[in-house]
């Protein structure tokens, strides 16, 4: 019994941390202007002078001003961007993104089951 509960603490850490994989949004490490983020209409990662960081939907432009897209209570509202605030702007890597989420389901499904596989053998052949 103490050596299913070990092992079933781990598949449950080890299916929590796929859960958190799933919903991950990988950035570029290359930062880029307002106006290529603007025109790209991806999520944006925008670090201001004094380090704080803010995610927006995508950031769009009214007049040559700049606007980040947050969602707020169900609505989208429009965040005015001052330019000398800006320390650098990242956008969302949509492949390495999706890789990541599609990914992530079968390596943890061959997981799970090799820890299955493992706790049978170590029980010497019964099933749990």
């Not at 925008?46 to 707020?72: A, C, M, P, R, W």
């Not at 800006?86 to 997981?111: A, D, E, T």
Request: proline share 2%.
């Amino acid at each position: 019994m103490k050596i299913i509960n070990k092992y079933l603490k781990l598949v449950a850490f080890f299916l929590a941390t796929l859960m958190l994989i799933q919903g991950c949004t990988v950035y570029r490490t290359t930062p880029v202007t307002l106006e290529e983020a603007s025109a790209t209409n991806n999520k944006v990662k925008l670090k201001k002078i004094d380090n704080q960081t803010i995610k927006y939907k995508k950031i769009i432009s009214i007049n040559q001003e700049y606007f980040g897209v947050k969602k707020s209570k169900g609505d989208l509202i429009n965040v005015p961007i001052n330019k000398e605030d800006i320390k650098s702007i990242k956008i969302k890597n949509r492949y390495l993104s999706n890789l990541l989420s599609f990914l992530s389901v079968p390596v943890g499904v061959v997981v799970l089951i090799s820890i299955i596989i493992t706790i049978h053998v170590l029980l010497g052949g019964r099933m749990i």
